[in-house]
């Protein structure tokens, strides 16, 4: 008897032990990137005269050392077109009115803000005039609505894959619902985020074709983990996709904010890659998103084929068993 008793409560204090250890790895885990968001060789641009523009890389140098990697550029059209390329988050141009600092805020409306910062502190008293050439929608001015609307779409992704492995049988029914799955999610997500909630503002065809092919990575990769894993394999698809997918995405900042090499190591990840592309499709006319697609194609491959693996398997198993 006493052992009995004494058994259901070691279990509930291990319970309780394994919850925060979870707790004290989880926090620093989500909070630890966004308390250290500082640039880190934060692509910008430089544009203007070969001599002002030396000293105001100099300058920008001495002021940030290591924050800023800067391309030299010869005038502002140059800047501009630089931007909509996605290759800089910023251009710092000086032209005969003195200062200006051109920006993509629809990159990232987090380094917008800090650009401005640090614009007004080279500007030395003078006013500089700040051009938004890429800008966010009116209606998410500030960007926030499309970080915190990229939130679902990984927590249902992650749901809709891990319910396919636990209630439903058989690798050709999970391939099947999993393609519905990034087809309903793309075809739902640009709808609420672009029609309803006007968070994201380019091709409707192409925002929803990113927010599938998302959806299907996450949801894909899994299920394949879950398939042939079982339920350990579902809490490592949520680890890549969710407990360090989402911290290390940079959806609401800019991974060259976050320290490396976490930032970079994000977008590799779905969700990273995941925002990365609607982003690139939403403002930027596609312009980098070949990395992302091909991140987010090779975890839909990979989790579709370890669908298919899973099955065989216990197809195989099955009929050793029976004979």
């Known amino acids: 008897m006493p052992t009995r008793n ?4 070691l279990l509930a204090v ?5 919850a925060v250890i979870g707790q004290a790895l989880l926090v620093p885990l989500f909070a630890a990137p966004a308390a250290n968001l500082a640039p880190r060789d934060l692509p910008v641009a430089v544009a203007g005269p070969a001599p002002a523009v030396a000293e105001l890389t100099g300058r920008l140098a001495a002021a940030r050392p290591g924050a800023f990697s800067v391309t030299t550029l010869p005038d502002a059209e140059a800047a501009d077109r630089t931007l909509r390329d996605r290759e800089i988050y910023g251009a710092f141009v000086i032209g005969t009115d003195g200062l200006a600092l051109h920006t993509a805020s629809a990159a990232s409306p987090t380094v917008a803000a800090l650009l401005a910062e640090a614009v ?6 003078h006013p500089v005039t700040v051009v938004e050439v890429v800008p966010t929608t009116t209606d998410d001015p500030r960007g926030a609505g499309f970080a915190a609307g990229f939130l679902p779409l990984a927590m249902t992704s992650l749901l809709a894959g891990a319910l396919l492995v636990l209630l439903v049988a058989g690798g ?8 519905a799955t990034g087809l309903l999610a793309g075809l739902v997500g640009v709808t609420v985020l672009h029609g309803w909630l006007g968070v994201i503002a380019g091709d ?3 925002e929803g074709a990113a927010i599938g092919l998302f959806a299907l990575a996450a949801s894909a990769i899994v299920a394949g983990l879950g398939a042939l894993l079982g339920r350990p394999g579902i809490g490592l698809g949520a680890l890549l996709v969710f407990l360090l997918g989402n ?3 940079a959806v609401g900042a800019a991974p060259e904010l976050l320290p490396q090499p976490w930032g970079a190591l994000g977008q590799w990840l779905p969700v990273g890659a995941g925002g990365t592309l609607l982003r690139s499709v939403a403002f930027f006319d596609g312009a980098g998103a070949g990395r992302p697609i091909a991140v987010l194609a090779g975890y839909a491959v990979v989790g579709l084929a370890l669908v298919l693996v899973a099955s065989r398997m216990h197809r195989d198993a099955s009929t050793t068993n029976g004979r």
């Open 247 to 249: 911290p290390l995405s």
């Open 172 to 179: 050709l029914a999970r391939l099947v619902g999993l393609v």
């Open 14 to 18: 291990l319970v309780a032990a394994l």
């Open 6 to 9: 004494r058994s259901p409560l």
């Open 204 to 206: 409707w065809l192409a």
């Open 120 to 125: 007004g502190q080279l500007g030395e008293g």
